[in-house]
T-cell receptor
């Protein structure tokens, strides 16, 4: 069975600090990878996605992620966080080309201090 | 505006009283699914549907039912809710199997 792990449960940063959130998945086949963000009280929104090609993908709001196949990782990065980035971040994998069966990680809560 | 709409947003009910959470999307998506979100567990898929009259179990289907009689609607039915079904529920839709999912605003359900 597929699974997704996220390295940190809660990350606290000051504004302008750099961010890296870890994500690892377990699946031996072809995967499609996603990062979603959930702002307080809101629904999940897509930050970025990787299907194939350049392993460094850029998303919205200055986020980027790097797919490292050999490490089964898809870490999310942002050079300089803002207070408005305070949210919960979910890594997700779709490795089953049937029915959009996403497997989500447990989430990482990011708190950015002004 | 393209969106996935869930109703109600908040619901408190008693054990055993049947309830339905509605979900509707206006993007003509073929794929729809239901997730529950619990602290520390992320989102877990309950049921999904590839098209009208085609539904299948996700990872945590026990205690839930769904139906897909129309392309735009995908209601979640709890025939006899129990306290362990207290959770935050999200409906999602997508155009293709491997494309992104669009999520509704969520329904916070409390079963007492």
């Amino acid at each position: 069975a597929q699974s997704v792990s996220q390295h940190n449960h809660h990350v606290i940063l000051s504004e302008a600090a750099s961010l890296e959130l870890g994500c690892n998945y377990s699946y031996g086949g072809t995967v499609n990878l996603f990062w979603y963000v959930q702002y307080p009280g809101q629904h999940l929104q897509l930050l970025l996605k990787y299907f194939s090609g350049d392993p460094l993908v850029k998303g919205i709001k200055g986020f980027e992620a790097e797919f490292i196949k050999s490490k089964f990782s898809f870490n999310l990065r942002k050079p300089s966080v803002q207070w408005s980035d305070t949210a919960e971040y979910f890594c997700a994998v779709n490795a089953d080309n049937y029915g959009q069966n996403f497997v989500f990680g447990p989430g990482t809560r990011l708190s950015v201090l002004p | 505006e393209a969106q996935v709409t869930q109703n109600p947003r908040y619901l408190i009910t008693v054990t055993g009283k049947k309830l339905t959470v509605t979900c509707s999307q206006n993007m003509n998506h073929e794929y729809m699914s239901w997730y529950r979100q619990d602290p520390g567990l992320g989102l877990r898929q309950i049921y999904y549907s590839m098209n009208v009259e085609v539904t299948d179990k996700g990872d945590v289907p026990e205690g839930y039912k769904v139906s897909r009689k129309e392309k735009r609607n995908f209601p979640l039915i709890l025939e006899s809710p129990s306290p362990n079904q207290t959770s935050l529920y999200f409906c999602a839709s997508g155009a293709h199997t491997v494309d992104e999912a669009f999520f509704g605003q969520g329904t916070r359900l409390t079963v007492v």
